[in-house]
């Protein structure tokens, strides 16, 4: 069962980041159902260090999105 479900609501309104956003969730979803079923660490491990990776690449995407369109706020965000 999903903990997290994406809703349009938390929409960003560019594609590729609601993708990632999407994913993210799945990822956190995936998360939760191994620790709630009592999955291996090895298998809660796997999701955790995949999880990891696909933020690092999320943000490192959006922060050049943020950079490329000269967003006067970007050291905050």
Known sequence: MAALAWSEAYGVGNAMLDSDHRILINLLNQLHDAAE??????????VVNVLAEYTEHHFRREEGLLAAANYPHLEEH
Request: hydrophobic fraction near 20%; glycine fraction near 20%.
């Open 37 to 46: 079923t009592g999955q291996s660490r090895d298998v809660v491990g796997t």
